[in-house]
């Protein structure tokens, strides 16, 4: 199948499903338009074709987009709107203009026959919408949402129990392009795949495993096992550290609000805070640990993102080769006050999950 990928790149979602779409087997890759499309961008997604030969077309929606200053991520420094875990990954990617706009790509490879998946704000299909000649065959947004009226209660997710409506971070980037593409024409089939599903696929070590037992099959699972590694690795549950009599040391170095370090009793440092109503806190592992008067601790959450990454675009991707993946409903999808949902609209020409087939999507996405 002829496809299209729009992307962002402030997190692996995006380029974890770029690498699987150059390498998947039912893909013909065709081109790939970023938002908001800073060069940094532009020279990510020119690394990954360079990793398999591809010379695509690329197109930026504002490639001047500036950015006074990425600063640090969680992996060192950023791009302009690059997350640190791209150069951590995967290396030097040095920075590209070779980008036509992204409007303009589009609407010259989209076709009746073609299919457009979105994993980023849709400000790329937007500018494509008002431009004369467009036409696609079917787009698969990664947005929207689906919940209490058109989701099952037992497929709701428990963050979203009950919810009719929800924020959107896709759509909500561009609402205005979002309902533009839903009432389009010159657009044949229309799909989203809602948060209450996309939630609740998440890439953590049992998938990982899975990955690692069939990477040497293909350059594209090789690469994502290399860049989820990273990011597991560095997601890796933290153990919270010591408070009160659980520091073991008979001394401490007690850091005073100043700066300065006394070399004071454990138990003594523990009253002392606990007369403020604070708890007295290990901030380093040494013999004589340094230690702080801080708050006491509420329910302990051992990382970011203890269980792994949900993977929102690869779910999108997957259903965009096979639709079957999911269940789906036809729906009316609205904004309302800043949050998106639906109701259910036999007829409408627009479709939203409900639910998904796990071992399909498994497939699909580890299929070579």
């Known amino acids: ?118 994993g980023a704000p849709l400000k790329n299909l937007g500018g494509a919408l008002k431009l004369p000649g467009f036409q696609l065959g079917e787009v698969v947004v990664q947005g929207g949402f689906a919940g209490a009226g058109v989701v099952p209660s037992d497929r709701q997710l428990d963050k979203f129990r009950g919810l009719a409506t929800c924020p959107s971070y896709n759509l909500n980037g561009d609402s205005r392009s979002a309902l533009a593409v839903i009432a389009a024409e010159t657009i044949g089939r229309k799909r989203f795949v809602s948060k209450n599903v996309c939630h609740g696929v998440v890439y953590d070590r049992a998938l990982h495993a899975e990955v690692a037992a069939v990477r040497d099959r293909a350059t594209s699972l090789g690469l994502i096992w290399q860049g989820m590694d990273k990011y597991l690795d560095s997601h890796a549950p933290r153990p919270a550290p010591p408070r009160n009599t659980a520091i073991t040391a008979a001394e401490v170095r ?53 269980h792994g990454k949900m993977l929102h675009d690869p779910l999108a991707a997957c259903c965009a080769i096979d639709p079957s993946i999911a269940q789906w409903a036809e729906v009316d999808l ?14 409408s020409g627009v479709l939203i999950t409900v639910g998904y087939d796990h071992a399909k999507f498994l497939a699909t996405l580890l299929e070579r």
């Open 1 to 118: 199948m002829d496809l299209i990928w729009d992307m962002e790149t402030s997190d692996p979602d995006d380029f974890i499903t770029l690498l699987l779409l150059l390498g998947h087997p039912r893909v013909n890759l065709v081109g790939v338009t970023v938002t908001p499309g800073t060069p940094d961008q532009v020279g990510v997604v020119r690394r990954a074709l360079d990793w398999f030969g591809r010379s695509i077309p690329v197109g930026a929606f504002n490639l001047a987009h500036t950015v006074r200053d990425p600063g640090q991520g969680r992996h060192g420094q950023r791009g302009a709107c690059v997350s640190s875990w791209h150069y951590a990954a995967f290396g030097d990617m040095p920075p590209s203009t070779d980008a036509a706009p992204g409007p303009e790509l589009l609407r010259d490879l989209c076709g009746p026959s073609s299919t457009l998946v979105t």
């Open 334 to 347: 609205y904004r309302e006050r800043g949050a998106w949902g639906s109701r259910l609209a036999p007829g």
């Open 254 to 306: 007690l850091a005073g609000d100043d700066g300065t370090l006394t070399l004071t009793g454990r138990d003594d440092a523990i009253a002392g805070a606990a007369a403020r109503g604070l708890d007295l806190v290990a901030v380093t592992a040494h013999a004589v640990p340094v230690c702080r008067a801080m708050p006491p601790a509420r329910e302990h959450r051992e990382s970011a993102d203890p």
